[in-house]
């Protein structure tokens, strides 16, 4: 099944708790809007071929910002956010 990052963009939801948890794992205070604007960015600038679906979520990785977003499939809710490990050249 083919992504489709202009649909998920589109729908793209937030929980409260998710807010809290992506703070955590990025070691950062950050407003919601400053996390929705960060996430809607990382999502937007990452290339397609970075975009995996795995049963009924999609992981977004973007190695240039460092993050790996996990958003449910059929909700496009955010589940979290990983900082991933830097490619090695």
Partial sequence: ????KTEILRRLCYTELVYERINKKLHCQ??????E???FDVINETDGACFE????N??????EKNIKVTINAHTFR?????????KQN
């Fill in 1 to 4: 099944m083919k992504t489709n």
């Fill in 30 to 35: 950050l407003s919601k809007p400053e996390i």
């Fill in 37 to 39: 604007k960060l996430l």
């Fill in 53 to 56: 679906r795995v049963g009924k």
């Fill in 58 to 63: 999609i992981y977004v990785t973007n190695f």
């Fill in 78 to 86: 955010i589940i979290t956010v990983d900082r991933t490990k830097r």
